[in-house]
């Protein structure tokens, strides 16, 4: 059952060493991850899952121990899952940065495993895939990884789109109060034009959150960079 998540934002420029002379422009956005990882802690679990967005090569489960890092962003910083023997996979980006999250919050409440889901995988898969992780044990967590949309400026990734600022609010009111009812209808094919990454993670999250009747809280919102990043906390 789950009993408590996290959501994150996913991008590498999340970790100061990538960051670099930036770093400080997302300090509040890690202050608030480092919060929504206590909340995680003090649910107890018996299992966290690292939940995020992965390209074809990266879909999948990682087990406790998988590695990664951040060399093809120029830095020499690796993470890991938890404790363990090195897995069979290098983990992706979205991953990565939840693994260097919980590094930098000391995680050692529970074993640590990683997911990671193909950004078009449609709705109820991803809802199956939730319901699947929280049978896992009899308490779950779950951190999830992902962005909203990516054309919130002109200068963003995917360029100014109209419709971008309207689909971050919806995600983030569905955030903010644990809805699994609305984060269960947000549009994929629109979330994808809008490049973003975080849709099928959090919809994940709402298959693994079905009748759990957990509360929500929205810690961080803002745009930078054009993208829409969200942290909140379930529990």
């Not at 830095?75 to 023997?85: K, R, S």
């Not at 549009?187 to 957990?214: F, M």
């Amino acid at each position: 059952m789950l009993v408590a998540a996290a959501v994150c934002p996913a991008p590498p420029l999340l970790v100061p060493e990538v960051a670099a002379g930036a770093a400080p422009e997302l300090a509040d956005a890690r202050t608030a991850c480092s919060d929504a990882l206590a909340v995680l802690a003090a649910s107890r679990p018996d299992l966290l899952v690292v939940v995020g967005a992965a390209d074809q090569d990266h879909r999948g489960p990682y087990p406790q121990g998988s590695r990664g890092g951040f060399r093809g962003f120029g830095v020499e910083t690796d993470v890991q899952l938890g404790d363990g023997e090195e897995g069979p996979r290098l983990l992706p980006p979205s991953l990565a940065v939840g693994a260097w999250l919980l590094r930098h919050a000391r995680w050692g409440a529970a074993p640590v495993e990683g997911l990671g889901v193909g950004e078009p995988l449609e709705a109820e898969r991803c809802l199956e895939a939730g319901r699947g992780l929280a049978a896992r044990e009899e308490r779950v967590a779950l951190l999830v990884m992902g962005d909203g949309s990516a054309c919130r400026t002109l200068k963003a990734p995917g360029y100014l789109d109209d419709r971008a600022a309207a689909f971050d609010a919806a995600a983030a009111r569905a955030l903010a109060a644990a809805d699994v009812a609305a984060l269960r209808a947000l549009d994929a094919e629109l979330a994808y034009e809008l490049k973003a990454a975080g849709r099928a993670p959090w919809q994940v999250l709402a298959g693994a959150a079905e009748g759990a009747g957990l509360d929500g809280r929205l810690l961080y919102q803002d745009a930078q960079y054009g993208v829409g990043y969200f942290v909140a906390a379930w529990s």
